[in-house]
């Protein structure tokens, strides 16, 4: 019996079985053992036991490279043009790295770098959190990450780092312990609304450059976390890891926290919050009001903005026609509250691109898409984010500005959504938002690398694919995330459907999807190395 992968410059065959394409499932979860894979359905096998089957079936696998002709119809010179730029990572899983420095999941991440390798992904993305590293002040426990980073370099793949100074909820990933005692007795270290409740998964911008943490400004606490990331990551720099993304606020983003509760059920997201109440904010806008002349216009925010899950139109400020947010207070707000968050960016990003200047890797920051409510007039979701955008202001050329001053990319969030899945009452266009940062970001020459919010979205592999290829197609694309979803029988197959088609725009008739009947026979993908997979 022969089983054949075959692998050329531009054909590869990969068995179903090994992928874990509909028979399999590569699964993730929690489990007494953590480097152990198990099933999430009864009747589905796991890699491992799938090749120990093999194995007592007299089967066994061999290597041998072997030539093969091309298949694939020449590309047009435009689409050439495109894939020769276009690299595709995947997110590995948020906790792949916690609990003490501990590797969640180690045999079914190992697993899923093989099936990724074979399948022509570039490289995975890889979450740092500073709340696993940093537990106690100045002193930092790499050795998670630097397993990752040996199971990726081992597996033939490149890394992108998110090194994140904020904490997850889900699943659970605090600050580190000493800044969150540090909180309990300053809460004014966080963010606040205007009902005056703390943000509590990352610090306020108010304190980058205050001493608030053990005699520490926040700035140069990063900073000892950026110079010992690469000082314990020295030999993988340039080499597997090629890109490091800056964590700029809320899930690494450069927003305020101004939509951190969630809509109530049933409804749609409203416009969110102003984050500027807590006392080193209020300070700042104490400071700017008496510098422009106008002391009264610094006692708070905006007293008739709506709240978190309320419409434009229940209060006055963001009202289309009339709104306080075209006033003369209004314009004086917006600018002061979206500088300090450019002004928090710049600091960040500075520090970045002035630490790892030295190496071969691109240093990356966050920029979300609050496109709700992107059809109105004042672009309400994007203002309380921080984003003075409006219908007749382009708020992020000064976004744009302060990442080419860094030489610095953007990522860009939200590639998977389009327009017509959006709900009709919310007024949004994603669609509209995205080429319009895009725009403003090639004015600039600022590259942008894409992400998408979530796999499953409706038609989201297609959007990702008009996004990657379009007039200006992007560079790097991180499709989110490694885990049992990813690898399940709903979507591994049409995620490996998605990457053979950005290599091989027109199928050929034999590489179309095959029905259950066929679905150990070979699958088509990108390129790689000759292969020939064996038994005997």
């Not at 699964?27 to 799938?50: H, L, M, W, Y």
């Not at 609990?99 to 991440?109: E, F, K, P, T």
């Not at 007024?427 to 979530?454: D, F, M, W, Y």
Request: with cysteine.
């Amino acid at each position: 019996m022969e089983v054949s992968v075959i692998r050329s410059s531009s054909q590869a065959k990969i068995s179903k079985t090994e992928l874990g394409c509909r028979d399999l499932r590569f699964c993730f979860g929690k489990s007494n053992d953590k480097n152990k894979i198990f099933s999430r359905k009864p009747n589905s096998v796991c890699f491992d036991s799938q090749i120990s089957r093999f194995r007592k079936a007299g089967l066994r696998f061999t290597l041998k490279a072997v030539p093969s002709d091309p298949i694939l119809e020449s590309k047009s010179p435009a689409t050439s043009k495109s894939l020769d730029r276009l690299r595709l990572f995947v997110g590995l899983p948020l906790d792949a790295v916690s609990d003490g420095n501990s590797v969640n999941h180690a045999r079914a991440i190992g697993a899923g770098l093989k099936a990724l390798k074979l399948l022509g992904v570039e490289g995975v993305e890889l979450p740092v959190w500073w709340g696993v590293v940093e537990n106690e002040m100045g002193k930092y426990d790499w050795s998670g990450y630097l397993a990752v980073a040996e199971m990726v370099q081992k597996a033939g793949l490149k890394l992108h780092v998110s090194l994140c100074f904020h904490a997850s909820s889900q699943p659970r990933i605090p600050l580190p312990k000493w800044v969150t005692k540090i909180g309990e007795s300053q809460s004014s270290i966080f963010f606040a609304d205007r009902s005056g409740q703390h943000y509590q998964q990352c610090l306020s911008l108010a304190v980058d450059d205050l001493a608030v943490l053990d005699g520490k400004t926040p700035i140069q606490v990063y900073q000892g976390f950026c110079e010992s990331f690469k000082s314990t990551f020295s030999p993988f720099m340039g080499s597997t890891i090629t890109g490091i993304s800056m964590g700029l606020g809320p899930d690494g983003e450069l927003r305020y926290p101004s939509h951190h509760k969630p809509a109530k059920s049933g409804t749609i997201t409203g416009v969110g919050e102003f984050q500027c109440y807590d006392t080193n904010m209020l300070n700042l806008l104490k400071q700017y009001a008496e510098a422009n002349g106008n002391p009264l216009w610094g006692l708070g925010g905006p007293h008739d903005a709506p709240t978190y899950d309320q419409a434009p139109n229940s209060n006055s400020f963001f009202k289309d026609h009339g709104g306080s947010w075209e006033s003369p207070y209004g314009d004086f707000f917006l600018s002061w509250y979206s500088s300090e968050l450019v002004s928090h960016g710049n600091r960040l990003l500075s520090i970045a691109s002035s630490i790892f200047c030295d190496t071969e890797v691109n240093v990356y920051g966050k920029v979300p898409l609050m496109h709700s409510w992107y059809k109105t007039r004042a672009h309400p979701s994007e203002l309380t984010a921080g984003f003075y955008n409006t219908a007749s202001r382009n708020g992020y050329e000064a976004v744009a500005e302060m990442f080419a001053r860094n030489s610095c990319k953007i990522i860009l969030p939200g590639m998977d959504l389009s327009d017509e899945h959006q709900p009709h009452d919310a007024l949004s266009s994603p669609e509209s938002l995205l080429a319009q940062i895009r725009t403003t970001c090639n004015k600039h020459r600022v590259e942008v690398a894409g992400q998408n919010l979530a796999s499953g979205a409706p038609g989201g592999l297609e959007q990702i694919k008009k996004n990657m290829l379009g007039e200006n197609p992007i560079d790097l694309f991180t499709y989110q995330r490694m885990g049992a979803h990813f690898f399940s029988p709903e979507h591994f197959p049409s995620f490996t459907e998605f990457v053979r088609s950005l290599s091989q725009p027109e199928l050929h008739p034999d590489d179309l999807p095959s029905d259950e009947a066929e679905a150990t026979e070979s699958v088509q993908t990108s390129s790689d190395p000759n292969i020939h997979l064996q038994t005997a």
